[in-house]
């Protein structure tokens, strides 16, 4: 029998990790510059979050959640995103009359049950934002700002801000009724699930990939050209402020996103380098979210992207180069007494902070050579019985080749390798 790893769930290699910790490093940077504080919660919630929260009706709820009973029956799900979860925690900590505006982010793995290709896994990572307690547009254009300002850290170029409006809740019925009347007279033309959707929510059919759909919702009328005038007000604010910051947009009337509690503000963030089917990142603001869950009106709004989609950019197109992490030191021995000296030193050297390795296999010296060289050692150290017995041997700088003898002592060792002297 072979254990085979789960479709769609990948193993992050060793040779791999550098990119991620780039990208995991990027996130974290821009949260401090912009004062969001890491939340992390379960990986495993109660089924009912996500349905309510993300709505019945949605792809993420209906298809793709990977939900079974715990030992007691109770149907738990292995969280497909991060708001709900945020949104929960807020109203746990008693947020809502405590503390009420927060700027969080988080990282970590979701999953969906969709169908694996190139960026799109079911277990996949996500780094995301969720900023609660307040309606100002300025939030709206920092949560973008923020997104961009994490791509460019990363070197992310090719861009594209993709906008839009949904409006508040009484907006969005009447874009459903309206959307109701554009799709109703093609529904014989439509796919099964677009079917259900006008009766569900026909905004979901906007986000329909099935061919035979495309030209009915390309000719679809858009959210913004019908919003009140407090959202329109918000949304032009919003428009005026990244106008402010230089950051450039284009405005997507049949955006919707695919999850039912956004409100207002939606937007999604592409890269040419990953081609136009693929979303880099997405969010916008969901300001009946805290309300869904009992708790008092409180907007919210935020984004999320994946990981995996900024590695594949990383890898094949950004411009820049992954640093190899490497060893301080490697010592390559020559017999017992040169090993057991060795063995003794590295761990001396680890506990004072030295990156330290020897060969655990006793082989050759020069496959132990060949190892030093494979593990980027920036110093090398043979220690043989004369070495062990003299307590003094010849470092060398493998960069330059430069040898030098040195004490063996812990402390000459460590003095040399911080100051080289
Ligand atoms: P979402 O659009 O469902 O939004 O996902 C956000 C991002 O997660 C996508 O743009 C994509 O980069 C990544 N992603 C989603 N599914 C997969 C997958 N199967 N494989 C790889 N990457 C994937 C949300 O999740 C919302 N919670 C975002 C948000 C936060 N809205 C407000 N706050």
Redesign the pocket.
């Known amino acids: 029998m072979s254990y085979e790893r789960i479709r769609g769930m990948y193993d992050v290699l060793p040779d791999e990790t550098g990119w991620w910790k780039m990208a995991e490093g990027a996130m974290i940077e821009t949260a401090r510059c912009y004062n969001y504080r890491e939340i992390r919660f379960p990986i495993v919630e109660y089924t009912e979050l996500f349905a309510r929260g993300m709505g019945e009706a949605t792809d ?1 709820v209906g298809k793709e959640m990977y939900t079974f009973p715990d030992r007691k029956g109770r149907s738990l799900t292995l969280r497909p ?3 709900a979860s945020v949104v929960r925690a807020y109203l746990n900590q008693g947020w809502q009359t405590q503390a009420p505006f927060q700027k969080l982010f988080y990282i970590g793995p ?1 999953f ?1 049950y ?1 169908k694996p290709q190139k ?4 277990q ?1 990572h ?1 780094f ?1 934002i ?1 900023a609660l307690g307040s309606l100002d547009p300025s939030l709206d254009a920092e949560v973008i700002s923020f997104a961009w300002s994490m791509m460019d850290r990363l070197g992310i170029g090719g861009l594209r801000l993709r906008l839009n409006s949904i409006g508040c809740s009484e907006d969005r019925e009447k874009f459903r009724d309206l959307l109701r009347q554009h799709f109703s007279p093609s529904l014989d033309r439509m796919c099964t699930d677009c079917n259900r959707r006008i009766d569900e929510n026909p905004l979901r059919i906007l986000d329909c990939k099935e061919k035979q759909c495309q030209a009915t919702i390309e000719a679809a009328p858009g959210s913004a050209a019908h919003l009140c005038e407090d959202c329109a007000d918000h949304f032009s604010e919003v428009r005026g402020l990244l106008d402010l910051l230089g950051l450039d947009y284009e405005i997507e009337p049949r955006l919707v ?3 039912d509690y ?1 409100t207002r503000t939606v937007f ?1 963030l592409m890269s040419v380098d990953l081609g136009s089917q ?7 603001r ?1 300001d009946g979210l805290v309300e869904t869950f009992g708790g008092p009106p409180t907007p919210g ?6 990981f ?2 900024l590695v594949i950019i990383l890898q094949e197109h950004a411009d820049v180069k992954l640093v190899e992490e490497g060893l301080d030191l490697f010592l390559a021995t020559l017999g017992a007494e040169g090993r057991r000296y060795a063995f003794v030193l590295a761990e001396s050297l680890r506990k004072v902070g030295v990156s330290v390795d020897i060969d655990h296999r006793n082989r050759s010296l020069r496959k132990q050579l060949t190892l030093a060289n494979q593990l980027h050692a920036g110093h090398l150290l043979v220690i043989g019985e004369d070495e062990a017995a003299s307590k003094t041997g010849k470092i060398k700088q493998m960069d330059s080749g430069e040898e030098v003898e040195i004490s063996l002592e812990i402390d000459a060792v460590v003095n040399f390798l911080r100051e080289g002297a």
Do not use: S
């Open positions: 993420i995103e991060g708001t979701m969906r969709e960026g799109r896994c079911r996949f996500q995301g969720e996103r695919g999850i956004y999604e693929d979303t880099l990142l997405g969010g916008g969901y709004l935020g984004f999320a992207g994946g995996e989609r």
